[in-house]
């Protein structure tokens, strides 16, 4: 299958930005997806970004992808407690997405008062 | 409405029992997963169902049957599981052609 890598932990303070990465290997992804996990919780998808688009921006939210070296971001502004938890990046297989999705393994965001 | 609800939110079944886990959509979307997430790990596709039909089985366990009676359930049917099969099972729902998929809370299954 193919592999989406991410670190397993950052720790920031709380008021800075965030930043978690992501590196997949499929070029023909068709779209990147950022997940939230809290624990003990589902899955509360975050936003998604067409493979191609460059950036997109959704309130304190912004996601980044470079397709040339299969690298995507997510940077969270203003981190909160509220914002610690489980990030997951994922692809659609290949044939697209209603094939399911591959994860990563989870950045575990902590937050520092 | 973008819920998926599944029940129930925790199981415990012994190693002989028959058991089914639920999951409910009422956004229109016409496919259905089940995904399955041991402890620290990320979740893992076990089945696909577009428009009610088994598309993907990604070699799953006979002891693991998956139903999807009609555009809005998804039932994933348990029987002579083991222990190494606890974990939490998360099911999702997305618009065929696929953009977001949403997941529900999941069902918290141990096999004692």
């Known amino acids: 299958g193919e592999d989406v890598e991410q670190s397993l932990f950052l720790s920031v303070r709380e008021g800075d930005s965030s930043v978690i990465n992501c590196t997949y290997t499929?070029?023909?992804?068709?779209?990147l997806y950022w997940y939230k996990q809290e624990p003990g919780a589902g899955l509360q998808l975050l936003t998604y970004i067409f493979s191609n688009m460059d950036m997109k921006q959704d309130q304190r939210l912004t996601v980044l992808l470079n397709k040339k070296d299969k690298h995507l971001s997510l940077r969270i502004a203003d981190t909160q407690t509220g914002d610690s938890a489980i990030y997951f990046c994922?692809?659609?297989?290949?044939?697209?997405?209603?094939?399911?999705?591959?994860f990563g393994k989870g950045t575990h965001l902590i937050i520092q008062p | 409405d973008t819920e998926v609800t599944q029940t129930p939110k925790h199981l415990v079944m012994g190693m002989t029992n028959k058991k089914s886990l639920k999951c409910e959509q009422h956004?229109?979307?016409?496919?259905m997963y089940w995904y399955k997430q041991k402890a620290k790990k990320p979740p893992e596709l076990m089945f696909v169902?577009?428009?009610?039909?088994?598309?993907i089985n990604e070699s799953v366990p006979s002891r693991f049957s998956p139903e999807c009676p009609n555009s809005s359930l998804l039932n994933l049917h348990l029987h002579a599981l083991q222990p190494e099969d606890s974990a939490l099972y998360l099911c999702a729902s997305s618009p065929t052609g696929a953009t977001e998929a949403f997941f529900g809370q999941g069902t918290r299954l141990t096999v004692v």
């Open positions: 499929d070029s023909s992804s068709t779209y």
């Open positions: 956004m229109g979307h016409r496919a």
């Open positions: 169902y577009s428009y009610e039909k088994l598309s």
């Open positions: 994922a692809e659609s297989m290949p044939g697209g997405g209603a094939d399911g999705l591959t």
